[in-house]
């Protein structure tokens, strides 16, 4: 089968990419003809400074190549400017015929329903959505940028919950077909060092869309992290989060954490792929809160980075979000609705460290390989 794969990944300046790419490099190593599509408006070109340059001079063309090559999509992939007005790779010209002879078109985020011909193109179109919650409420108020979800032949979701009485959420009609994120197994090996290390995670503080249904707002990822503070006190295991707490404004939220013997790490410096996987594969185990939506709203959402920790053979320890019954948890894989069961949590996996590790890989091969639920996917559209 012929089949686009499209998503945001030009302007990442992180390893978190992996969640996007391993759609497209998992049919490849399936046997599929897969290109690799990126739209990008004049807004997205940026420098360094935040200031806009031309296409031509965005140090985003070189990291889409370089991402593509890695992932060996390169010389199939097409970054797009505006319609078409210059490209990275392949010439427009091209990646329009590629598209008129599509089998699937598969987009996560990054707008490529603004490039009608490609679009438009494929014999079916199918959308994965990253963000339960935000995604549905968006098509819900016709938010601003949201996506057409109409003009998909079918939407696949990180929540598992959407669309079910668990989520009081509304989906305006529309069918969500709950799946997990694929991984690519072979390129995230069981890692058996951390037993000394800290748990660690990967996270963002505040900034993101918000919204608010039936008088409870989603708020912030930052709400759920307050609350867990004391927990390396508490708990006498060492902790550290990748964050980004960048604002002057907020330079008093990374001394909370500090102050209570967190360590904050800079997420920036893991750009590259093997920097992202080297820093989960050095941690003993994986501890985050989620976004406040996702708990508040229980849409049953399981994170792109806690699929990488189970692969690597890490224990995951997080927030409640309505994952429970779809997902096993209790070995390897634990989640926690409050300070004691978080701190439950950890004792647990301490206490049976070896046996924590060994689950956690189980329950990747057995849910997240990309070769079951990349297969799935097509099935679920008739292939």
């Known amino acids: 089968m012929r089949i686009i794969c499209s998503g945001k990944i030009a302007n990442t300046t992180v390893g978190h990419i992996d969640h996007a790419l391993a759609y497209a490099a998992g049919w490849q190593r399936l046997g599929h003809e897969v290109f690799l599509m990126e739209y990008v408006g004049r807004g997205r070109c940026r420098n360094a400074n935040g200031q806009l340059v031309p296409f031509t001079e965005w140090d985003g063309r070189a990291h ?11 010389p199939r992939s097409c970054l797009i400017y505006k319609q078409g007005e210059a490209t990275h790779g392949m010439s427009y010209r091209e990646a329009v015929a590629v598209a008129r002879g599509a089998d699937v078109l598969i987009a996560r985020s990054g707008q490529i329903h603004k490039l009608e011909e490609i679009f438009e193109a494929p014999r079916q179109r199918a959308f994965f959505d990253g963000n339960p919650g935000t995604t549905q409420m968006a098509w819900h108020q016709r938010a601003e940028g949201h996506e057409p979800l109409d003009r998909y032949d079918a939407l696949f979701t990180l929540g598992f919950n959407i669309g079910t009485p668990r989520c009081p959420l509304p989906v305006g009609g529309l069918r969500w077909r709950p799946l997990p994120r694929p991984v690519l197994l072979p390129m995230w090996p069981d ?12 996270s963002t503080w505040k900034g993101r869309a918000t919204f608010q249904w039936q008088g409870v707002d989603s708020g912030e990822k930052s709400d759920n992290w307050l609350s867990y503070l004391d927990l390396p006190a508490a708990s006498r295991q060492g902790f550290e989060i990748a964050l980004r707490i960048e604002s002057a404004d907020h330079q008093g939220d990374r001394r909370l954490f500090e102050d209570r013997g967190w360590r904050i790490t800079d997420p920036s410096r893991l750009r590259e792929f093997g920097d992202y996987r080297d820093y989960i594969g050095r941690s003993r185990a994986e501890f985050s809160v989620a976004h406040n939506r996702y708990v508040e709203f229980q849409t049953g959402w399981f994170s792109d980075r806690s699929a990488l920790y189970l692969a690597s053979g890490k224990p995951v320890l997080v927030q409640s979000t309505g994952i429970d019954g779809h997902l096993p948890t209790g070995k390897g894989l634990l989640t926690f609705a409050t300070m004691d069961e978080a701190m439950a949590g950890v004792e647990a996996i301490n206490a049976g460290y070896k046996s924590h590790c060994r689950a956690a890989r189980e329950i990747a091969e057995q849910y997240f390989d990309s070769d079951r639920v990349l297969t799935e996917i097509l099935r679920q559209m008739g292939h």
């Open 191 to 202: 890692a058996a060092n951390g037993e000394r290390a800290p748990f660690t995670t990967v």
């Open 64 to 74: 889409f190549e370089s991402v593509a090559r890695f992932y060996g999509l390169w």
